[in-house]
């Protein structure tokens, strides 16, 4: 059931939230290469240094249900494009509460974004997923997202 009554908000004094969600990131079948715990590891890691630090371009947000409970959140930073030098919002991380999942936290998570990357004179909204994270990329097509470059990886040890 959608609900779409959700106050977006600059994330503060949020780590415990945000980073509680990092297990979220894996809970779907990894390309053999990838370690689950390294990639919790790795998530973790950058995660807590943005928000620790506060870098020049990066934006965390956290999205709140109509009684103040937070529900998700998106990490967004503004890049710069390879081929135009025009900037683009890159997602870097969007996750959403289990018990707030299917109520429209992610589109509205979303679609702040959208607005405030239109705000920040923003060519291209870009974001990575994995292939096995079916419900992501479901969401991100239907949401009109389309594949831009593909990103292929082969171990070599």
Same mark, same amino acid.
Request: hydrophobic share 40%.
């Given at each position: 059931?959608?609900?779409?009554?959700?106050?977006?908000?600059?994330?503060?004094?949020?780590?415990?939230?945000?980073?509680?969600?990092?297990?979220?990131?894996?809970?779907?079948?990894?390309?053999?290469?990838?370690?689950?715990?390294?990639?919790?590891?790795?998530?973790?890691?950058?995660?807590?240094?943005?928000?620790?630090?506060?870098?020049?371009?990066?934006?965390?947000?956290?999205?709140?249900?109509?009684?103040?409970?937070?529900?998700?959140?998106?990490?967004?930073?503004?890049?710069?494009?390879?081929?135009?030098?025009?900037?683009? &919002?890159?997602?870097?991380? =969007? $996750? !959403?509460? *289990?018990?707030? #999942? +299917?109520?429209?936290?992610?589109?509205?998570?979303?679609?702040?974004?959208?607005?405030?990357?239109?705000?920040?004179? &923003?060519?291209?909204?870009? =974001? $990575? !997923?994995? *292939?096995?994270? #079916? +419900?992501?990329?479901?969401?991100?097509?239907?949401?009109?997202?389309?594949?831009?470059?593909?990103?292929?990886?082969?171990?070599?040890?």
């Amino acid at each position: 059931m959608a609900d779409s009554t959700f106050l977006i908000r600059l994330a503060h004094d949020d780590d415990d939230f945000i980073l509680g969600l990092v297990p979220r990131f894996v809970n779907f079948t990894l390309p053999a290469w990838r370690k689950r715990q390294a990639c919790i590891e790795g998530i973790h890691s950058d995660l807590a240094r943005h928000l620790d630090e506060s870098p020049a371009n990066s934006y965390l947000f956290v999205a709140e249900d109509a009684g103040g409970e937070r529900a998700g959140f998106i990490h967004m930073q503004k890049t710069r494009d390879f081929f135009t030098g025009r900037g683009n &919002c890159h997602v870097s991380d =969007l $996750a !959403v509460a *289990p018990q707030h #999942e +299917r109520r429209g936290v992610a589109r509205a998570l979303l679609a702040h974004a959208e607005d405030w990357a239109r705000g920040h004179d &923003c060519q291209l909204m870009t =974001l $990575a !997923v994995f *292939p096995g994270n #079916e +419900r992501a990329r479901a969401l991100y097509e239907s949401a009109g997202y389309g594949i831009d470059l593909l990103r292929m990886a082969k171990p070599v040890r």
